[in-house]
């Protein structure tokens, strides 16, 4: 990989010498929204690919516009509990994962995975929408609002990263160690749109910082890791960079050029109501590849700058594909090559069970014969899906006589 992205540099001839992969470069813009810069090492400023990272925030008790500071003007607010009935954006139902049958969450209306190149080949963005699946997330491990959001922008994000460089039959894990009160956050993607994760502490609910959800406080300092698997590779890829911000979407923008050498933007977005509910949620990745011109990256730059938030987007109806439009406005979009329906999963029990079955089987059959002996059942919970498997006697001596006598402890 380090090869294909030296490749790229030069090719580009030095004219993306803006983005530096030592660091991620922020600043306020007029609206008091952060402003990143990224792109892999060249010393000489030429050129800019912008990114306002618009992320969750949970807004209740504001009746006008008087009301909201001033950094919160032009952003779509989720209703208070004292909005009428009548004048509220409807709640999207929660959905739960199937016990039975597929081999993940039923893909639900609405939740869109698409992927598109540019006309002339120079970008190539994904935008997906994913509210069902946060929903499903956050209703599965009971997430306090911030961890809702820290965890549906990992989903997301980690699907988005699978999409963008995943070969079919790959895998992606991405997991996030701070020393934030969240704990660790893992999530892991395949190519088909599925995806699971979790969160160490989902409970936790760190203080607001300036009116929004503190999820890089949240997350805090520590290392994020990627790694990419295939069943054909002699051993998975592995990268490793410090957590920029926690805030995910800028720390996944950090990773592709520093581990992966791409120059890439990400934007990632989960709104929250007062309720602790999760009200709309989706992202994007642009890519900018070898043969991209100065013109087009100019006109990235402005698309990006006036992008509403990709919460925002979808709060307001826009599809993934309308998404993929807007950035691409005045660029063109050519072929769409990928369109998947992001599902949580796989959570199907004829998959998760054997897995858990396995796990026993390492205990050995003398641990196994006194939980059936003394308790009866073992309990079991896969911490990706929150789904609890109780494991009875009968089950528990069938598991523990079908281990070879190499493999007692």
Known sequence: MAAIGQLRLNQLGGRLGAFRSESLLSRKCQQGCLQAWLAPARPTPRSKLSLRPHNSALFSGISSWADRPQFLQGTRFAPSAATPQS????????????????????????????????????VSVISMTGTRLVQEAAHRHKTSPTASAALGRTLMGTLL????????????????????????????ADGTGQVRGFVGNPTASPPWRNGKLDVGGA???????VVRNHPTWPQPYTGIVKIHNGEIA????YYLAESEQSNSAVGLGVLVNNLGEVMAAGGWLLEVLPSCSEITLQILEQNLSNLPSASTMVNDGWSARRIVETILDGVGVGDWTEEV?????PCDLEIIRPRMERALSSLGKKELDEARMQEGKLEVRCEFCNELVIFGADELERIGSSIEPSEVS
Do not use: W, Y
């Not at 999207?92 to 597929?102: A, F």
């Not at 699978?162 to 892991?188: D, H, W, Y």
């Open 341 to 345: 329906h992001p599902k949580f999963g």
């Open 219 to 225: 997350v805090g300092e520590g290392i994020l890791s």
């Open 250 to 253: 800028e720390d996944l923008t």
């Open 161 to 188: 990263l699978c999409s963008a460089k995943g070969t079919k039959g790959e895998t992606l894990q991405v997991m996030f160690r701070g020393n934030g009160p969240l704990g660790q956050i893992t999530a892991v």
């Open 87 to 122: 004048q509220r954006t409807p709640h999207h139902q929660v959905i739960r994962c199937s016990s039975s049958g597929g081999n993940g969450a039923e893909a639900p209306a609405g939740d869109m995975l698409v992927k598109a190149l540019s006309t002339a080949n120079e």
